[in-house]
């Protein structure tokens, strides 16, 4: 549209990620249904927080409370779905925050579109790797049951796919590790990269 123009502004994305001393990145969690997205995001947001760094968590279900809530399930909605937060992440890493996303987006291609709009280096994609039959086990919601008895049309894992991603940055397998175990994998991929400042560390009291 010719009336609608971007416009840029005074303060850059460099300026605001010197003031909080990291880089604007999207951690994006995808994995099935109960496979601990949203626990270890959630976890990696405390241990950020805790050491200084801004950070924020956009999950799935919190998402469709709100912004979201207009969309279903089918194969269309989904893509719209993973659109509109990947547009939505992408305004928080160019705050100089660290967004960190909580979806199953089950298409690759839709991840890999958000891949592109963050560009190089700034969209990590996070493999929550967990066995169908342990996420069945866990099924916190119920979901799985529901899904099994016909209750919940199109539902990823049972009635509609999930593409895993060939070649994250991160892949966590949550049947093994901890969620600490897994949180921590985050950070230091975050601190390896000099995406975040290393931890400082407590300089022990001197011997009198």
């Known amino acids: 549209m010719k009336q609608v123009v971007w416009h840029s502004h005074k ?20 994995g099935l249904p109960g496979s601990g997205k949203s626990t270890v995001a959630n976890e990696v947001a405390h241990i950020l927080h805790e050491r200084g760094n801004l950070a924020y968590v956009l999950d799935g279900d919190n998402i469709r409370h709100g912004l979201n809530r207009d969309l279903g399930f089918s194969p269309e909605d989904r893509e719209e779905n993973i659109r509109r937060i990947g547009e939505v992440a992408n305004l928080f890493a160019d705050a100089g925050i660290i967004a960190i996303t909580a979806f199953i987006s089950p298409y690759r291609r839709d ?4 891949r592109k709009l963050l560009g190089e280096g700034r969209f990590i994609e996070v493999y929550v790797n967990c066995p169908l039959e342990v996420c069945q086990r866990r099924d916190p919601k119920g979901m799985y049951a529901r899904a099994r008895r016909g209750e919940i049309p199109e539902f990823t894992g049972i009635s509609a796919p999930y593409e895993p991603p060939k070649a994250p940055e991160i892949e966590l397998r949550t049947d093994l590790m901890s969620v600490e175990e897994c949180a921590r994998t985050v950070v230091e991929y975050l601190e390896g990269r000099d995406l975040i400042r290393k931890e400082r560390r407590r300089a022990l009291p001197q011997e009198a």
């Open 111 to 114: 991840r890999d579109r958000v």
């Open 11 to 30: 303060v850059t994305r460099e300026q605001r990620e010197e003031l909080l001393g990291q880089r604007g990145v999207v951690l994006w969690f995808t």
